[in-house]
């Protein structure tokens, strides 16, 4: 147990819907970060929110976004659904940005039809 | 960019079995992560290491930083060992850990 939670763990939704998945940090862990696996690929960081504020950004377009709370809970929005986006999302938070040990979410299986 | 390369994809080993899977990175890096993912999805952190060697029960990872590489040894493999492995680095600069990870090797136990 990480003591990272993430909801729901599964979700199917159609092609052009939006979507919002959340994430619950463990206490007094000020940055989280997202990242998209691929069926039988490694995770793709998505971006990182440190103090509520995005800071840093991996390869993903701007339909891709996120809050961070101050009660250690974050969310990552998705935008008008491709079938590509498919996938296991992961949240890991972390004590400041610096902190190299990352701690992992069971993740959320989003299926786009 | 850093490119990290896991190898084997794929390995079957017999219960007892020595096991080893190998990452290499592109770049300099300030640490290296083994993680390890069960069917479910959640990753669990197994070691961070920025040189030389850790060992925490039957699991070894070396670092070799000069070569850019690092190994994951698994001794005694048991089939509740049947996971998949993930390297992942840690970039030396940069605001944000952005984590590079390998696609992973899937290890299968048998008993």
């Known amino acids: 147990e990480t003591g990272v939670t993430q909801s729901p763990t599964h979700l199917i939704k159609t092609r052009g819907q939006q979507v919002t998945l959340r994430c619950s940090s463990q206490?007094?862990?000020?940055?989280v970060s997202w990242y998209q696996q691929a069926l039988g690929q490694g995770p793709q960081f998505i971006f990182q929110?440190?103090?509520?504020?995005?800071?840093g950004r991996g390869n993903f377009p701007p339909r891709f976004s996120g809050l961070q709370f101050p009660n250690y809970s974050s969310e990552l929005n998705v935008n008008a659904l491709e079938l590509d986006d498919s996938a296991l999302y992961l949240c890991?938070?972390?004590?400041?940005?610096?902190?190299?040990?990352?701690?992992f979410g069971p993740g959320t299986r989003l299926l786009v039809l | 960019k850093n490119e990290v390369e896991q190898s084997p994809q794929n390995l079957t080993a017999q219960e007892g079995e020595f096991i080893t899977i190998n990452c290499s990175y592109s770049?300099?890096?300030?640490?290296l992560h083994w993680l390890q993912q069960h069917p479910g999805g959640g990753i669990v952190s197994l070691f961070l290491?920025?040189?030389g060697k850790k060992k925490h029960g039957r699991l070894i990872a070396t670092i070799n930083i000069q070569e850019k590489h690092s190994s994951l040894h698994i001794t005694a493999s048991h089939p509740r060992d049947s996971a998949v492995y993930i390297c992942?680095?840690?970039?030396?600069?940069?605001?944000?850990?952005?984590?590079?990870f390998g696609s992973g090797t899937q290890l299968t136990v048998l008993p």
């Open positions: 890991a938070s972390s004590m400041g940005v610096r902190s190299e040990t990352q701690y």
């Open positions: 206490s007094g862990h000020n940055t």
């Open positions: 929110y440190y103090r509520e504020e995005e800071n």
């Open positions: 770049v300099g890096i300030s640490a």
């Open positions: 290491l920025s040189s």
């Open positions: 992942a680095t840690s970039p030396l600069s940069g605001s944000a850990r952005q984590l590079t």
